[in-house]
């Protein structure tokens, strides 16, 4: 491994910030902990929206726009937020009109207006701006009216959405790549219907406001994973419901054969009289019953013929109806009250007498939907609902823990780094700090290959092959440098060890040599004794004559 110091090309101040955020949040793990493969193919990505952002700055008002997305987001939420209580606790805009207020309530208003605008101009904090905006929709309501003030923060909405669609593209440059880009690209499209609903609910009707608050499922990621918790498994789910709508089809084919006269159900009817809400009440009543009597004006009014009273018995007996007359019917009964019933189709169906001849098959019929239908099947959807939600979160939490504990680049893991020289914090935001390996990237990609150094022609020659073997695995110089300190130290302690063994050795040879030459001359100095006490004996052959 070798260090290179290297200048930062000015392109890369352009970078956004929320660039660096998705990419570091986004990007996909390899089998080593190290997210470089998914960071590498994206780098080409950050260098064309880098020469985008550098052309933009030639224009100040889109440039402008461009840096602040993510306040002008913050705005439209709290807007579809604010707009949807006036709406809720309001409408139909009925108990507040303009001017109604008091005038020392008038001027209370005033007063916390003028007072909450002292506080933003000296001390510009979010809390001050928030009680101004309080106070401004409060003031507005009450001089001009609700609705008004209601068309007021939508038009404003609208507004701020187009400023935000400025700024993505201006962020994105998604109208540069081409109209295949824009229609592919999500998140326009996302973003383009968001402010058509905004339009909708300033021109058409102001219900059309409550499909905004779906942006917080955008916003938030724990939402977001209750919706894949369905959307991932989604063809698990669909198989499981398809064998239950088999079920109950074969339930109400058998409930057609042999109970059709069980299917009584009470209805309640309403009465031929009964007057329809006003036209103002409601967006259905506006369009489908434009000439109901309203008895405010008098309009559309005409005598009606007072309705015959009944008998009771057969009130009771219009009450109920036969809802299995047809195969159609049955099925419609058994998915719709069966499905909906703690205890399936038999808690709707009439209850039987024990007398009749069909009370143990109605007692099966009963049991079998219940445990196949309501208990085993319905079981089975909601298991792997929860089983895919507790699998996106146990992978958000993991996630989270990696990328408090493990470097973007090499991989390697905190614990690694303890007692160590270099501290982890140290080590990912100076000696693998990922974005400086994307500013040598751009480098490489800007500068003049005739001037490429020795480590730049490597590293170019790499990226052309989309190589990544340049790239530190597992491994880093603080840890090979105190590794490398380590051994040392551990040969050091080798040596002293051994140089007092050749010590000790050396002793003890000499003590050896002397204890040897002391067996020496005790073994002479018994061989003296031995010679003077016994003379020496002489040789006699018998055979030599005298």
């Known amino acids: 491994m070798e260090q290179i110091v290297f200048p930062v090309p000015s392109i890369c101040e352009f970078l956004t910030k929320e660039s660096k955020l998705r990419i570091y949040y986004t990007t996909e793990r390899d089998e080593q902990g190290s997210k470089i493969n998914d960071f590498f193919l994206r780098s080409e990505d950050l260098f064309n929206e880098m020469n985008w952002q550098k052309k933009l700055r030639a224009q100040p008002v889109l440039y402008w726009c461009a840096r602040n997305m993510s306040f002008w987001s913050s705005i439209s939420f709290n807007l579809a937020v604010l707009m949807n209580l006036l709406v809720a606790f309001f409408y139909p805009f009925r108990g507040v009109r303009g001017g109604t207020l008091e005038p020392h309530w008038s001027g209370l208003l005033w007063t916390a207006m003028l007072v909450s605008l002292a506080i933003v101009v000296a001390l510009p904090k979010p809390h001050g701006v928030r009680a101004l905006i309080a ?11 609700l609705q008004p003030t209601l068309f007021l923060l939508g038009a404003f909405n609208v507004c701020n959405k187009i400023i935000f669609l400025m700024s993505f593209v201006g962020n994105c440059g998604t109208f540069t790549r081409g109209y295949r880009a824009m229609v592919l690209d999500v998140e326009f499209l996302y973003h383009l219907l968001y402010l058509l609903i905004c339009a909708m609910g300033l021109f058409v009707h102001e219900f059309f406001y409550s499909l905004l608050l779906f942006d917080l499922v955008y916003r938030e990621e724990t939402l977001l994973n209750v919706i894949k918790s369905v959307t991932r498994n989604g063809r698990s789910i669909i198989l499981t419901a398809v064998l239950a709508l088999i079920l109950v089809y074969l339930f109400s084919i058998v409930g057609y054969l042999f109970f059709k006269d069980d299917f009584i159900l009470e209805v309640d009817r309403l009465p031929n009289d009964t007057a329809l809400p006003d036209a103002g009440e409601s967006l259905a ?9 309203r008895g405010e004006t008098g309009e559309n009014c005409s005598p009606t013929a007072p309705q015959e009273e009944l008998p009771p018995a057969e009130e009771t007996e219009q009450d109920q109806e036969h809802t299995c007359e047809t195969l159609l019917m049955c099925i419609v009964t058994v998915l719709s009250h069966g499905l909906r019933s703690g205890g399936g189709v038999g808690d709707v169906l009439r209850k039987p007498s024990k007398e009749e001849p069909l009370f143990a098959a109605r007692v099966i019929y009963d049991l079998l939907f219940f445990f196949m239908v309501i208990i085993i ?7 792997v609902i929860i089983d895919t939600f507790a699998d996106l979160r146990s992978e958000k939490q993991k996630k989270e823990e990696i990328l408090k504990t493990t470097c973007f680049i090499c991989g390697l893991e905190r614990d690694k780094f303890d007692n160590k020289t270099v501290t982890f914090e140290e080590h990912i935001q100076e000696e693998h700090n990922m974005w400086h390996y994307l500013c040598f990237i751009v480098l490489v990609k800007v500068k003049d290959s005739t001037e490429y150094t020795g480590p730049e022609s490597y590293v170019a020659e790499m990226i052309k092959e989309r190589n990544l073997d340049w790239f530190p695995r597992m491994r880093a110089m603080s840890l090979v440098s105190s590794d ?28 050896l040599s002397e204890l040897k030459d002391q067996m020496t001359e005790q073994r002479k100095q018994k061989q003296r004794i031995g010679l003077l006490g016994h003379p020496p004996h002489m040789n006699v052959n018998p055979q030599q004559p005298a």
Not at 285 to 293: A, P
Not at 377 to 383: A, D, E, K, M, R
Request: aromatic share 6%; proline share 0%.
């Open 135 to 145: 106070s401004t929709i409060l003031r507005l309501i009450f001089s001009v009216g």
């Open 285 to 293: 009543s506006e369009f489908l019953h434009s000439d109901v009597c």
């Open 377 to 383: 099947v319905l079981n089975l959807i909601f298991g």
């Open 484 to 511: 490398s300190e380590g051994e040392q130290n551990e040969l050091r302690n080798l040596q002293e060890k051994l140089e007092s063994t050749m010590k000790l050795v050396t002793n003890l040879s000499g003590q």
